[in-house]
């Protein structure tokens, strides 16, 4: 087959409302994957690396969100891009690879050969096109971006074994009790369209058990609780597990930045990371000092709808949404300004991040000790939180609409 007719199709795999628990109090208001990392959704960038490939004829996203949740973005985004951005919506959870076989006759409808995979939990370079390069030589099933980090963090990830050679994988294990391998499973896969094969065969394996358990009622009764559902598939433990060894997998390490963003104080550490790859991908997105607008230091977006101060002082890393005001003399770093938040005169912001439609008065001060992971580790102010005058907020999350009259430390106020 020649290169040109080699397509490409991408899915991310959103989840949904229940997945994205631990992401309060920011995911009261929008979907995790549309909360902004460096003034874009956090699902706009790997969007944005799929682009890149040649040959992509449609971009799939999968969740169990209602589909109302996407509709504007994906349409907004549709006619942007000049590629097919759909929205997917699963009836219920299916797993990772569960969601992706449900809507296997649309992503097969193109005839890809090749079907790019991304959790969308994820935030690093998604180094696609060498990777896609790297999958089509070694000829597997699939291929999976993996990162070494230190040994403390691996049992958090998939921790795998692979050939130094050939990239093969050689052993998988999820988040494993024991110590396997400080090489990690980045969430980010190619697969060939064999992929649907392997999880019809895990489906069909599941059944055959169910209904052998139908059989021996006693066993029946004993796992009952502990059985899946067979069409709830996760791609790590049901598929990579099982295929590791079998010459079907390839692992392809990236040297570059990985996070994974379950907690919202993560996402202080991914906006800046994308702010730092502005400079080489999107320097028009980097913000500058200039007479109409605030005195900038280091990486920062501004959106062209806020409004900044001449006086304020902004940077580095700090990310400001739609219809923003930045009063006199202001400092801001290291944090996120959401939609329609106005900060007065002379308040400082640093290690936090502020919900939609919140004030900060006068002198106020709202700041993190800048640790993102720990609960506290940075101070959070859900929509519509007013904190008034000269008052100081401290490593506190703060949940939506409370108006902050004293000042506060180390507090979650419900
Ligand atoms: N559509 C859909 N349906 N998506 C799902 C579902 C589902 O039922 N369940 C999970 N996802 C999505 C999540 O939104 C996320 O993007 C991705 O699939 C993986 O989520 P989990 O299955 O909860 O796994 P995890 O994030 O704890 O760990 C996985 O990712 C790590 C990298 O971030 C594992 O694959 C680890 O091995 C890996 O290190």
């Avoid at 040959?55 to 000049?82: P, Q, V």
Wanted: net charge negative; with cysteine.
């Amino acid at each position: 087959m020649s290169e040109e007719s080699e397509k490409v199709v991408a899915v991310i795999l959103v989840g949904g409302p229940t997945k994205g628990t631990r992401f309060r109090p920011l995911s009261l208001n929008v979907a995790k994957p549309l909360f902004p990392l460096a003034g874009q959704p956090m699902v706009q960038h790997p969007i944005l690396a799929c682009k890149k490939i040649e040959n992509l004829a449609h971009i799939y996203l999968i969740g169990f969100y209602e589909d109302r949740e996407f509709a504007l973005y994906t349409s907004a985004l549709s006619n942007e891009l000049k590629v097919p951005v759909r929205y997917l919506k699963e009836d219920k959870p299916h797993g990772s690879a569960g969601g992706l076989y449900q809507f296997r006759d649309l992503i097969l409808e193109e005839d890809p050969t090749d079907i790019i995979v991304l959790n969308c939990d994820v935030c690093c370079s998604f180094p696609l096109t060498d990777m896609l390069a790297f999958h089509r030589k070694c000829g597997g099933m699939g291929t999976i971006l993996v990162k070494k980090v230190s040994p403390e963090v691996a049992s958090e990830f998939g921790e795998l074994v692979a050939d130094s050679d050939s990239g093969e994988l050689l052993h998988y294990a999820e988040k494993p009790e024991t110590f396997v391998s400080d090489l990690i499973n980045c969430g980010v896969y190619i697969f060939s369209p064999e992929i649907f094969i392997a999880i019809q065969d895990v489906k069909s394996a599941r059944h055959d058990r169910a209904v052998l358990r139908r059989l021996t009622s006693f066993e029946a009764l004993q796992s009952a609780t502990k059985t899946l559902s067979a069409d709830f598939i996760r791609l790590d433990q049901d598929i990579l597990t099982p295929l590791a060894g079998k010459k079907k997998l390839y692992a392809y390490e990236t040297q570059d930045f990985w996070e994974q963003i379950k907690v919202p104080g993560i996402s202080l550490r991914c906006s800046a990371l994308y702010l730092g790859q502005y400079r080489t991908t999107s320097p028009h997105l980097l913000a500058k000092s200039d007479s109409k607008g605030a005195i900038v230091s280091g990486d920062v977006y501004i959106h062209p709808s806020a409004k900044t101060h001449p006086s304020a002082k902004i940077g580095p890393n700090v990310s400001i949404s739609a219809n923003a005001r930045i009063g006199p003399g202001v400092r801001l770093i290291g944090c996120i300004i959401l939609d329609d938040v106005e900060i007065e005169e002379n308040a400082v912001v640093m290690n936090a991040i502020i919900g939609w439609k919140s004030s900060l008065g006068r002198w106020a001060r709202v700041q993190g000790g800048g640790d993102y992971t720990t609960k506290l580790g940075i101070t959070i102010l859900g929509e519509g939180v007013s904190v008034e005058d000269e008052v100081v907020v401290i490593n506190c999350i703060v949940l939506s609409h409370k108006t902050l009259n004293r000042s506060v430390h180390e507090e979650i106020i419900l």
